[in-house]
């Protein structure tokens, strides 16, 4: 195994049995306490930074990673919001119906699922394999996928690229943390900003065109060649090391049962929040039934994982590491909340409200991304170079939140110059919030839960915009159903709840038409109305969190005798 020529230092990696410390500088243990055999196999053995996948490169080699990192982050997210603009072809192309949603529901749980359990698996199997995995998962998902001439083909396919695409965009994170210092990060991780911004903004706008000037099927095989390219290049610059431990040793170390809950609790809940309102009732039996279930479920998990897991994949002592790490983990449920909201009902604004085309609306988006991006850059350059995150952190909040204030008062008359300037700053505050964030977290965390942590913030921001889209159309269909009492029948005021593009063919008068428009801009409004508070919390509560600076907090590595090695 060839060395790095950065300092090797203690390393440690908890588990519920601690056993030993191992320093990293040398390869001898020193018991700590009396541990069952059997728990040895149960728990990792990470010698060195190479051991824990931690590598940190030189300038020249991360030039020649982090491209391809950002390449990754950016395919990942274009895949992910650019078939939003395809959904009503492929629902004409299917006949989906009332199915229509579950385009982005089995996506999205697939997505979130993979996210929790990444963390923990690429400490168990290495970095460069799970990615090259995903990479590949995600491109056979989308040709089969493209291929779909039935609802249950297309969206089991979906949920095969959910489980790619959501493990690539975690992944590339959480490599981006091993090949880098605490104080290169902020430097580093604004190109992965970047690559996030410009890959949420273009998607909907190339999925719009692929829809509109070729074919839905185009939204999911542009990218297949594409992927295969990238598997090439990363698996030819990505730092690897031979594994020591066999498959069946590597197995042995997973938390089967903290897997099989916490992907019950996922579905349970996911179903019913992102279908409830609109397929489902909200007080139907099934949606009731679901939400307990996968609560109890989800408390079952969260016990599995702090007393029965040794290598839990969501551990607990990371909700331990102080007041300061425990804020920005809410602050990243918030930030899904708002991100994904801002992202899903702009176009919804701009299309449904304002008649625009959905290339049109992706292009008006773009200021937004296109700053976000710059916001990511400069916030990082500005930590790298003050070695302090939190004033980065606060001033993107206080400037994401006050720019969604004239949002509020959108209106169907809103100027487009000032619908970009306003995207412009968002996308600026958002940018310095997303990736600080990140970096804030891994100062207040050991260097050992850097994996898992990664995946665990990805986790609750995902599930926070699930809970995001799910209040927000609970939000938007009640006050569109008040609003058109009255003004329509109750059954031309369900379709319109149902799909609003089959307005123009209801054969209302200009009064009406004008009025359903009126009260769809209310409805919006109304949803718009709830994030400029969430972010304000935020930069209140970015108040309380200590700035530790850019040092690795880190002391050493805990063991159980015995305990094949696993390398990267």
């Not at 579905?267 to 019913?272: K, Q």
Request: hydrophobic share 50%; proline share 4%.
């Amino acid at each position: 195994m060839t060395e790095t020529s950065q300092e090797q230092l203690p390393l440690q990696i908890y588990t519920n049995n601690n056993a030993t410390i191992v320093n990293s500088t040398n390869d001898h243990s020193k018991p700590l306490s009396n541990s069952k055999d059997s728990d040895s196999a149960a728990t990792v053995q990470l010698n060195t930074f190479k051991d824990q996948q931690s590598n940190n490169l030189p300038h020249k080699k991360l030039m020649q990673v982090f491209p391809l990192l950002a390449l990754a982050q950016f395919t990942a997210y274009l895949d992910q919001t650019s078939i939003s603009a395809a959904v009503p072809s492929i629902g004409e192309a299917l006949n989906l119906g009332p199915q229509l949603s579950w385009v982005a529901t089995s996506y999205l749980m697939a997505t979130t699922a993979v996210q929790l359990l990444n963390g923990r698996l690429s400490d168990i199997f290495g970095r460069k394999q799970l990615l090259l995995m995903s990479l590949g998962i995600l491109a056979t998902g989308n040709l089969i996928c493209g291929f779909s001439n039935t609802p249950g083909m297309l969206f089991t396919f979906r949920v095969v690229s959910g489980l790619g695409g959501g493990a690539i965009t975690a992944l590339v994170q959480i490599i981006a943390s091993d090949v880098t210092t605490l104080q290169q990060r902020g430097k580093y991780n604004g190109f992965i900003g970047l690559a996030v911004a410009f890959g949420s903004g273009l998607g909907p706008l190339l999925g719009g065109a692929m829809a509109t000037k070729v074919s839905w099927r185009w939204t999911l095989w542009y990218d297949v060649p594409w992927l295969v390219v990238l598997s090439i290049m990363l698996f030819m610059v990505l730092p690897s090391s031979k594994m020591a431990a066999g498959t069946r040793a590597k197995l042995g170390m997973i938390d089967w049962i903290g897997v099989a809950f916490s992907v019950a609790a996922i579905v349970l809940l996911l179903v019913p929040l992102s279908q409830g309102g609109s397929t489902f009732a909200w007080d139907s039996s099934l949606v009731i039934a679901m939400l307990t279930v996968g609560i109890v479920t989800f408390a079952v998990f969260l016990a599995v994982e702090w007393k029965l897991a040794k290598l839990p994949i969501m551990p607990i002592h990371l909700f331990r590491n102080g007041l300061s790490c425990n804020i920005l983990l809410v602050q990243n449920v918030l930030y899904g909340i708002v991100f994904w909201g801002n992202l899903f009902y702009m176009p919804i604004y701009l299309v449904n409200v304002r008649g625009y085309t959905a290339i049109m609306a992706g292009a008006i988006i773009m200021p937004m991304a296109g700053s976000q991006g710059l916001g990511s850059i400069l916030s990082g350059l500005i930590i790298s170079h003050t070695k302090r995150y939190n004033p980065v952190m606060v001033v993107g909040q206080w400037i994401w939140a006050l720019l969604l204030i004239p949002q509020a008062f959108y209106s169907r008359t809103t100027p487009i110059w000032a619908i970009c300037v306003v995207g412009f700053f968002q996308g600026l505050g958002t940018g310095c919030c997303f990736q600080p964030s990140l970096v804030a977290l891994l100062a207040h965390s050991r260097r050992a839960d850097r994996a898992v942590l990664n995946s665990l913030r990805n986790f609750l921001r995902s599930m926070g915009g699930t809970l995001g889209l799910a209040l927000a159309s609970t939000i938007l269909n009640n006050v569109l159903k008040a609003r058109l009492r009255g003004v329509v029948s109750s059954s031309i005021a369900k379709t319109i709840t149902t799909s609003i593009n089959q307005l123009d063919s209801l054969g209302l008068s200009a009064a009406q038409h004008n009025a359903v428009l009126d009260a769809y801009m209310a409805s919006v409004r109304t949803v718009f109305i709830l994030y400029a508070p969430l972010i304000g919390a935020c930069a209140l509560a970015a108040l309380l969190v200590s700035d530790n600076g850019l040092e690795e907090k880190d002391t050493s590595v805990t063991l159980s005798p015995g305990t094949p090695a696993l390398r990267s």
